[in-house]
């Protein structure tokens, strides 16, 4: 069965612009989750949606902003770029059960450049 | 979230045994320990996951010793493919929490 896709895999933005990252989980997966991944602060968890709603928000601020389509599909915005954000974004897939009896199929990633 | 400590780093042999411990002493009744890996360029990697028990998969054995403050990731015979960063992670059960600490992780090289 197809995996995780995010797309794209690379993408190079500038300060001050906007950018949103594509995933599409596994097909019956109804839970995304969004990880930043960096040097400096390793893999952070930044939000996770199920059924189309936020289940469960990271320390992030409020430029990082997600949604979840009926297809499961998510998207995820950050606005107003900073370079620091120049991270390998993270996007992981399950079923979605409260029991954690389940492991989270991830994506390759993208990797967001920010000039 | 309850946290664990691993080892940063650890060698081991091709085709050898490789123990990859993992402690967490402050883990709770309801918590599961998960296990994950990440290859160069990839992806983080489901491995295994337990409760109280011991578990096998095709991948790999986890070991937790009986009182629960710490596991062992047992990789039976180690492949350069296994050459990774391997994380242990606690998982709440109660709340549903689905959020994963990742940690700094145990990073795997394998002598060939």
Redesign the interface.
């Known amino acids: 069965k197809a995996g ?1 896709t995010q797309t794209p895999r690379y993408l190079i933005k500038t300060r001050g612009q906007q950018v949103t990252l594509s995933c599409s989980p596994i097909s019956g997966h109804r ?1 995304v ?1 969004w ?1 930043q991944q960096t040097p400096g602060q ?4 930044l939000f ?1 949606y ?1 059924s189309e709603t936020q ?2 928000k ?1 320390n992030f601020p409020g430029r990082f902003s997600g949604r979840q389509f009926s297809n499961s599909r998510s998207e995820m915005n950050v606005s107003t770029l900073e370079l620091g954000d120049s991270a390998l974004y ?1 996007c ?1 897939s ?1 079923l ?6 389940y ?7 993208t990797r967001l450049t920010v000039v | 979230d309850a946290k664990t400590t691993q080892p940063n780093s650890m060698e081991s042999n091709e085709e050898e045994p490789v123990h990859l411990p993992c402690n967490h002493s402050t883990i709770s009744g309801t918590d599961y320990i998960h296990w994950y890996r990440q290859l160069p360029s990839q992806g983080p990697e489901y491995v295994i996951h337990g409760l109280t028990s011991n578990v096998n998969n095709r991948m790999a054995s986890l070991a937790i010793a009986e009182d629960r403050k710490s596991s062992t990731l047992i990789l039976h015979r180690a492949t350069l493919r296994d050459a990774a960063v391997y994380y242990c992670i606690l998982r709440e059960g109660l709340t549903g929490a689905n959020n994963l600490f990742f940690g700094t992780g145990t990073r795997l090289t394998v002598i060939p």
């Not at chain 1, 979605?96 to 009896?101: D, E, K, L, V, Y």
């Not at chain 1, 492991?103 to 390759?108: D, E």
């Open positions: 995780v839970s989750s990880y390793g893999l952070q968890f996770e199920f289940r469960n990271g993270l992981a399950s979605g059960g409260r029991t954690p009896t492991g989270y199929t991830f994506g390759s990633g």
